[in-house]
């Protein structure tokens, strides 16, 4: 995926299995992150520190979604578990993950392994990836996710 193209469009399970269609949220800004694992450290400070900037990411018309592998009732458990206000998407099939190249081989304790690489995407409204994180380090990326968005919005005016 390159800044410039059209985010592929999906439709997945959310963590109540209702099913979600990317498309839906054209016309909005998106935020869309990939992460690896619902309840492991990194995972869950990325979760709530978007959910408790989640009335910011409103303020300037935009959705948050995370996908991961894991299966809908994780997601929901973790949402419950950490009253998450954002959207999660299970990929168990991983297409999403593969469309979007972040399903990739990585380094883990010394191995290497296929996993997902932790990636943010920024989509306009027209459904254009505009901005790409790739290998994120959760520490300050919320806060840079919003300065970018706010940034991108003042381009479009």
Same mark, same amino acid.
């Given at each position: 995926m390159n800044v410039g193209e059209k985010a592929p469009d999906f439709t997945l399970p959310d963590e109540n299995a209702q099913k /979600? !269609? %990317?498309k839906d949220f054209f016309g909005n800004w998106i935020i869309l992150y990939f992460y690896p694992r619902d &309840?492991?450290?990194?995972c869950t400070l990325e979760a709530t520190h978007f959910s408790n900037k989640i009335g910011e990411f409103e303020d300037l018309r935009a959705?948050? /979604?995370g996908i991961s592998p894991d299966s809908v009732k994780s997601h929901? &458990?973790? !949402?419950r578990k950490h009253k998450l206000k954002i959207? %999660?998407?299970?990929d168990r099939d991983k297409e999403v993950l593969k469309k979007y190249n972040v399903?990739?081989?990585k380094k883990m304790y010394g191995?290497?392994?296929e996993g997902v690489i932790r990636s943010t995407f920024l989509i306009n409204p027209g459904? &254009? /990836?505009v901005y790409i994180w790739d290998n994120v380090r959760v520490k300050g990326h919320v806060d840079e996710v919003l300065e970018v968005l706010k940034h991108h919005k003042k381009k479009k005016k």
């Amino acid at each position: 995926m390159n800044v410039g193209e059209k985010a592929p469009d999906f439709t997945l399970p959310d963590e109540n299995a209702q099913k /979600i !269609c %990317l498309k839906d949220f054209f016309g909005n800004w998106i935020i869309l992150y990939f992460y690896p694992r619902d &309840n492991t450290p990194g995972c869950t400070l990325e979760a709530t520190h978007f959910s408790n900037k989640i009335g910011e990411f409103e303020d300037l018309r935009a959705q948050v /979604i995370g996908i991961s592998p894991d299966s809908v009732k994780s997601h929901h &458990n973790f !949402c419950r578990k950490h009253k998450l206000k954002i959207t %999660l998407l299970s990929d168990r099939d991983k297409e999403v993950l593969k469309k979007y190249n972040v399903w990739r081989k990585k380094k883990m304790y010394g191995r290497e392994v296929e996993g997902v690489i932790r990636s943010t995407f920024l989509i306009n409204p027209g459904g &254009n /990836i505009v901005y790409i994180w790739d290998n994120v380090r959760v520490k300050g990326h919320v806060d840079e996710v919003l300065e970018v968005l706010k940034h991108h919005k003042k381009k479009k005016k």
